[in-house]
């Protein structure tokens, strides 16, 4: 009863070729004479790695750690392994290949190492070309599972690699996500702001005085800014400035005229120099402008120089009861609002300069 199959030339051949890429067959031969060790040898071919054992004790260490490929046990006549050898060979089975070499084993053997696990049981008694033909098909069913694992072992740390990209891939694409929408929302923003300066643009265009333009800035000022109480200052010719329109909700122009008239000697000239917007709240501090707090003490205040091409145009003071400060948006708008009345005063003044 054989116990393996002879493989074609091809497959011999190919399993050649399988052994040279990935190393000689390792051969653990438990018990074997020299004749035997010679056999093995030439089956297993020139590349083998051959350790030979008198005995299976002492060998564990060796086959745990996956040192070996195949394992051949060569028991004597009538001898059989123990019940411990049994359950050490067959869970070596899971790893290596395990061969039993017996002189005419009877059929039942046969049974008992099929149902262990084993590669089978090899007959000494054939002839030596039948045997090293037997051996050599063993080696080779050993290199392909050597071989196989190996693959595996490539596809799985493969898998876990795309795995890694993977999640790499997912959370960059969350990022992203998150940048698009961050971008979306600036985006909006942006049209959003766009578009009301394109209508304050179209209001203050459509207006030709004077007061009707500095009426039509303040109104899109409080609207737009939150404010309550807002007033606009021009500079005069002698360097001096002045109040030139007021905007009232919650403070007439008299009881916050001492206010407008310190704010327009003393700090006007020095806002207007400026060419951002100057946010002011009660009892804290706004660096390089704390001398603001004592004149516009009590309000959140809102300052905005209107810049034309060269020099600022205006000053806008903005302002309401409480200490709530300015929104970032309010401030963004302001800005954008300030710019866009101070070119319109810029080419008032000049048209009106050109007709005098």
């Not at 050993?142 to 071989?147: I, S």
């Not at 409080?222 to 009232?248: C, E, F, H, M």
């Not at 004149?295 to 060269?310: D, I, M, N, R, Y």
Request: glycine share 8%; aromatic share 6%; charged share 20%.
């Amino acid at each position: 009863m054989p116990a393996a199959i002879c493989p074609s030339s091809s497959s011999v051949s190919k399993n050649a070729v399988a052994r040279q890429a990935i190393g000689g067959v390792r051969v653990l031969v438990v018990g074997g004479n020299d004749e035997f060790l010679h056999n093995v040898n030439a089956a297993a071919g020139s590349r083998v790695n051959l350790r030979s054992e008198p005995r299976l004790t002492g060998c564990g260490p060796y086959i745990r750690q996956g040192a070996v490929d195949v394992v051949v046990v060569v028991l004597g006549d009538g001898e059989w392994p123990s019940i411990w050898e049994q359950k050490f060979l067959a869970a070596a089975s899971r790893h290596c290949g395990i061969v039993l070499a017996s002189l005419n084993p009877s059929s039942h053997r046969w049974v008992d190492a099929t149902q262990c696990g084993f590669e089978g049981i090899l007959d000494l008694g054939v002839p030596v070309p039948a045997r090293t033909e037997i051996l050599s098909s063993i080696m080779a069913r050993a290199m392909a599972r050597r071989q196989l694992a190996r693959r595996v072992a490539v596809l799985e740390a493969s898998c876990r690699k795309l795995r890694r990209e993977r999640e790499q891939s997912e959370a960059e694409v969350g990022r992203l996500t998150a940048s698009l929408a961050e971008q979306r929302a600036h985006c909006d923003t942006v049209v959003a702001d766009a578009s009301a300066v394109s209508e304050f643009r179209t209001l203050v265009s459509l207006e030709v005085e004077l007061d009707a333009t500095l009426r039509t800035g303040l109104t899109a000022f409080v609207l737009r800014t939150g404010s309550a109480n807002a007033a606009i200052l021009l500079p005069g010719q002698d360097g001096s400035w002045r109040v030139a329109a007021y905007l009232k909700s919650t403070r007439t122009r008299a009881a916050v005229e001492g206010m407008l008239k310190t704010f327009g000697e003393d700090h006007a000239a020095l806002v207007g120099a400026q060419q951002s917007v100057i946010t002011v709240q009660p009892n804290t501090t706004t660096r390089h402008w704390n001398e603001l707090h004592g004149t516009l003490f009590g309000w959140s205040s809102l300052v905005a120089p209107c810049w034309g091409e060269s020099r600022a145009e205006a000053v806008i003071l903005c302002f309401r009861d409480g200490d709530r400060a300015y929104e970032p948006a309010g401030i963004r708008m302001a800005q954008l609002l300030s710019s866009e009345l101070g070119r319109t005063l810029e080419r008032n003044r000049r048209v009106q300069s050109r007709a005098a």
